[in-house]
């Protein structure tokens, strides 16, 4: 439970609110057990008024001068000589009066539910921003090996859960709780001995609630974590849903989300179980502390040793006490399934930021890339692996060059150029831009010189203009367009129907691979970058603009160092160096002519990977 308190004391923050929602649930609660009392006392009224010839306004008189009720609220017998002299009107007035006090009651349960929902909702909108802006900033091996999905989840599922338990926190079950102290300190008040019996069986009661609760947390947690993979499997699912319908592989889409389904099924039912038997047995247990406390009083009552009406009052006042009792176990519940998500989006919020802004800024601005890159010695192993992704990676790359990077799958390549932009830090060595270390400058600053085009296509929500120009919001028109033409794709923006203002769907919707990788490329064209990074740009690009986006690349490298994570033999050919890299190391660097003829792996890769026309 400490996590779900760590961020429900984050309603301290509104603390007008809380005080608003509090005063809103005594008020709630004063008028429920004000009504109570007066309708107990009217009947008390009704039906010694069918046995006297009195009015029904002494009657009440004399209720109102017994030193018991006058000790607690005072002498208000005044309020007898404004009731009518017939009994039934009397009687009639007084239901009236109780009827305002419902009136009132509702009125401040309306207040005490509105102010507790607003205050809810509010600490919600600042968790989800707070995780959101913590999934933005932490460790890029984190991201990777929690999945999106599962982080999708937590900010989505995970907060919304939790936010149920501050609900029960502040809802209904705080005037369930203050009606039921209130009951109790009145049977106590009227016979504290008898009553203390009820109390004693707090205690199982109490042990019962923490053991109940314990599953709950448990299974709500596990499947909490059932619901990333859920959500997983239907992304993918509907992301590559013209491959799964081409390769009929609906039936296995089906059979994983049932598998997963069933899964969380399972652990819901563990859930079910506690949270099933919690109301029940807490209810049987005050049950049976109310029915001893009858026996106990029927036995003095019977043998005189105690005033029948008084014994009936504390019976009825530890009833509604036991009352009580559901709506806390049903509280317990909701805060333990809160407390699972709250588990979750805390060990989210302590992943260490790359960098914080209030510390960033601090640090040196690196200077503009002017001389060379160096990777010194780097090596880097992935949370959790046995085996270093890169082992001592040692490369010096002069400005201005093109350095493309050829390697069988799992020899390390992302992962070397994952470490410029520092998406990650090399656990051993260090990465040097004109001889200044990269992890002592300023991210901002680093990242300011680098673009990155990969051959996934990442297209965003909004006009192709913002797509271009994103992470440069106030760019003017003129360069984007001269992006987009350096990109080759001017032409066909400018064919679509609203042209650069044309709205994007999801993903790109509408544009063809090769489409939306041109304007990936305007997008890093317009950045100005000092060190383009290439993840086989081209590879989604048709035939027909591969020459001009090749043509364009020689333009657009000029005056940068470029580095290219290659696959296509055409990519490679006219790099400065070519990197051949085999399980994190480097086996040999050199032009294409010189490892075709010396390096066996680079070789294979030729015939193999790269084969192609060019290769023929």
């Known amino acids: 439970m400490d996590a779900f308190w760590y961020f429900a004391r984050g309603m301290l923050r509104y603390k007008r609110l809380i005080a608003v929602a509090a005063a809103a649930a005594l008020l709630d609660a004063a008028c429920a057990f004000a009504g109570f009392g007066l309708l107990m006392g009217l009947m008390d009224v ?22 018991d009720l006058q000790r607690w609220v005072g002498d208000h017998t005044a309020l007898a000589d404004r009731l009518p002299a017939d009994k039934f009107e009397g009687f009639a007035v007084a239901l009236g009066v109780v009827l305002i006090v419902a009136l009132f009651g509702s009125l401040f349960r309306f207040t005490h539910q509105f102010v507790t929902l607003t205050l809810t909702q509010r600490v919600l909108m600042r968790v989800r921003q707070r995780v959101f802006h913590r999934v933005l900033h932490a460790p890029m091996a984190w991201v990777w090996q929690t999945g999106t999905a599962d982080t999708m989840s937590r900010v989505v599922q995970d907060s919304a859960r939790m936010s149920r338990g501050f609900t029960a926190l502040m809802g209904k079950a705080v005037r369930e ?7 109790l300190a009145w049977a106590l008040i009227i016979d504290w001995k008898l009553s203390m019996i009820f109390v004693v069986g707090v205690i199982p009661i109490a042990v019962c609630i923490k053991q109940f609760g314990k599953r709950i947390r448990r299974a709500s947690k596990y499947a909490l974590r059932r619901y ?52 029940p047995v807490i209810e049987l247990i005050a049950l049976v502390g109310v029915i001893v406390v009858t026996l106990v009083a029927a036995y003095y ?9 008084d014994m009936l009052m504390v019976l009825l006042s530890l009833a509604g006490a036991g009352m009580s009792v559901k709506p806390l176990a049903n509280l317990n519940n909701d805060l333990q399934e809160s407390a699972a998500g709250a588990v979750r989006l805390k060990e989210t919020l ?36 046995d085996t270093p992704a890169l082992r001592g990676f040692a490369l010096d790359v002069p400005h201005d060059q093109t350095v493309a990077i050829v390697g069988p799958n799992g020899s390390g390549k992302s992962t070397t150029l994952s470490l410029l932009p520092r998406l ?26 680098l673009a990155i085009v990969t051959q996934h296509t990442i297209v965003f929500e909004g006009t192709i203009a913002d797509n271009i120009a994103y992470g440069r919001r106030h760019t003017k028109r003129d360069a984007i367009v001269a992006a987009a033409k350096q990109a080759h794709a001017h032409d066909f923006i400018v064919q679509l129907p609203d042209g650069y203002d044309t709205k994007l769907g999801e993903g790109g919707a509408g544009l063809s691979g090769g489409q939306k990788q041109r304007l990936c490329i305007a997008r890093a064209i317009l950045r100005d970058p000092s060190i383009l990074i290439l993840d086989e740009a081209t590879s989604q690009i048709d ?28 990519t490679v050919v006219d790099a400065d160096v070519i990197v051949v890299m085999d399980a994190g190391r480097i086996v040999d660097t050199g032009r294409h002519h010189e490892l075709l003829q010396r390096c066996e792996l680079y070789q294979s890769l030729v015939r193999h990977q790269m084969a192609g026309p060019e290769a023929a």
Request: charged share 25%; no cysteine.
């Open 46 to 67: 009704m039906f010694a008024a069918g046995s006297t010839d009195v009015t029904f306004a002494d009657l009440v008189r004399q209720k109102l001068a017994e030193e």
């Open 177 to 183: 709780s203050l009606m039921g102290v209130a009951f």
């Open 228 to 279: 990333g993979l859920m959500i997983g499997a239907m992304q993918e699912s509907m992301q590559a849903a013209p491959v799964v319908r081409t390769h009929n592989a609906e039936g296995y889409e089906r059979r994983r989300f049932n598998r997963i389904n069933r899964e969380l099924y399972a652990q819901e039912m563990k859930a079910r179980t506690a949270k099933a038997l919690a109301s």
């Open 301 to 309: 009552v019977f043998n005189g040793a105690a005033d029948g009406p």
């Open 350 to 385: 302590e992943q260490p930021a790359e960098a914080h802004r209030s510390e960033d800024w601090k640090r040196p601005a690196l200077p503009r890339h002017r001389q060379s890159v160096v990777f010194e010695g780097v090596s880097f192993t992935y949370p959790g692996a």
């Open 424 to 449: 990650i830090a090399p656990t051993a060595g260090r990465v040097l831009i004109d001889g200044h270390d990269i992890a002592a400058h300023s991210l901002r600053s680093l990242r300011k010189q």
């Open 543 to 570: 035939a027909e603009s591969e020459a001009k986006i090749h043509a364009a690349m020689k333009t657009i490298t000029a005056g940068r160092t470029t580095f290219i994570i290659a696959h296509r033999l055409s």
